[in-house]
């Protein structure tokens, strides 16, 4: 019997991508279209000394550097997204499906805030593949449980204001964001 996913709060460490395809500020946009093609992913971490740079993306390649008649040998810091949006592995999948639409984006790395490294990425595929049998199980548990103990949900992540890590995000304005920005 499958545990259904709403007694276990989905999170992105559940369903998040560990194998990462990674260059250097200074590789070539030609070196980064391989690296994905390599991965068989839309993207690429921009890393530099084991942090994150950025992100580059089949979108961004295409919109940033191949309509402006950009050459292969450009660097990807050039066309790199920067600052990059991120998650951490213990965010609920619902709050990540939230920050990707808030913000137009289909795929976040997910950073581990206490060792301060890059630890995987999760698209909107992964959030997609899992999302159809959570809501039937939730629809199922209601369907049993009719109206059933409505509490309050803390959800623990980012400010999207003042970028500060918090325990008790509130969805207010389109953003997430903590109780000083409020």
Not at 2 to 10: D, G, H, Q, W
Not at 23 to 39: D, I
Not at 107 to 125: Q, S
């Amino acid at each position: 019997m499958r545990v259904p996913f709403f007694r276990k709060r989905l999170k992105v460490r559940d369903v998040m991508t560990t194998e990462l395809a990674r260059v250097s500020p200074k590789a070539t946009l030609q070196q980064a279209a391989k690296k994905m093609g390599e991965y068989r992913v839309g993207n690429v971490l921009v890393m530099e000394e084991g942090r994150l740079k950025g992100i580059v993306t089949e979108m961004d390649i295409v919109r940033k550097a191949v309509v402006k008649n950009k050459n292969p040998q450009t660097k990807v810091e050039e066309v790199m997204a920067d600052p990059v949006i991120f998650v951490s592995p213990d965010d609920e999948i619902l709050h990540v499906s939230d920050k990707m639409l808030m913000n137009n984006i289909t795929r976040l790395p997910v950073v581990d805030f206490e060792k301060k490294e890059v630890v995987g990425i999760i698209t909107m595929k992964d959030v997609l593949s899992v999302l159809p049998n959570f809501l039937l199980d939730k629809i199922e548990w209601l369907r049993v449980h009719p109206g059933g103990e409505a509490k309050s949900r803390q959800v623990k992540g980012t400010c999207e204001v003042c970028g500060k890590f918090t325990n008790n995000l509130k969805f207010s304005s389109g953003l997430w964001i903590c109780d000083d920005c409020e």
